[in-house]
């Protein structure tokens, strides 16, 4: 109960400093389901990215995020009561990827980077077909995700954040044959992602409240 007031909590505050402090802008609310499992298939640009993807949601959305990351225990303590979980990086995880089944399996939406790295300069990196087997086991959609302008706001080897304009928007659901199929998946969520960063329709930047985002889907 208290974690649960912590994140509806934190999720308020982060969503009105994402507002002002970085003009956050968010499109396609309505292409993620608001229950039952899906995951979240994003490029990844910053250290925001998990954060920013998750808040403008009606639902909340859970992550996978590196090991090491769990070794500081207040950071660790933090990133877990906003339903983050650990992976190796660089090795077959597979205890990660039975965590995310399960999750999946009691209906969580579950954001990936299929990347496994950020980008240096805001492009989309390759992408690991391995998802894919996740979803096609799970037998849940996967919905792509594009991320623009957080690599200028936290750019890879910087420090601390800096002043600068966000926006995250989120795409049909891949077709199940190639959300399913690892040697297509690469090639359908790139050009997915592309899609999405060609796309100049009107963002919204209003905060999560569950009224608002009722509206934006009428």
């Known amino acids: 109960m ?8 934190s999720r308020f505050m982060v969503s009105w ?3 002002f402090g970085w003009r956050f802008r968010a499109y396609g609310i309505h292409n993620v389901p608001r229950s039952g499992a899906v995951i979240l298939a994003c490029n990844h640009q910053s ?3 998990p954060v920013l993807v998750a808040i403008h949601l009606p639902r909340s959305s859970t992550f996978m995020a ?6 500081f225990a207040p950071f660790a303590f933090l990133i ?9 990086r660089g090795a077959g995880d ?4 039975k965590e ?5 399996r009691d209906g969580w939406s579950l954001l990936v980077f299929p990347e496994g790295t950020r980008t240096v300069d805001g492009s989309i990196g390759e992408i690991r077909g391995g998802i894919a087997v996740l979803a096609g086991r799970a037998r849940v959609p996967v919905v792509p995700v594009f991320i623009r302008g957080a690599v200028r706001a936290w750019p890879r080897g910087s420090r601390f954040p800096r002043p600068a304009p966000i926006e995250v928007r989120y795409g049909e659901p891949l077709p199940e044959a190639d959300a399913w199929n690892e040697e297509r998946f690469p090639g359908a969520l790139r050009a997915a992602l592309e899609g999405l960063s060609r796309d100049r329709r009107p963002t919204v930047g209003l905060p999560p409240a569950p009224a608002l985002v009722d509206r934006l889907r009428a």
Do not use: H
Request: proline letters at 3%; charged letters at 25%; a positive charge.
């Open 2 to 9: 208290i974690l649960r007031a912590w994140w509806i909590l």
């Open 17 to 19: 400093i994402a507002l």
């Open 47 to 49: 250290f925001f990215d």
């Open 66 to 71: 590196r090991d090491t990351l769990f070794k």
């Open 80 to 88: 877990r009561s906003l339903n983050a979980f650990p992976i190796r």
């Open 94 to 97: 597979v205890g990660a990827m």
């Open 100 to 104: 995310s089944l399960r999750r999946l």
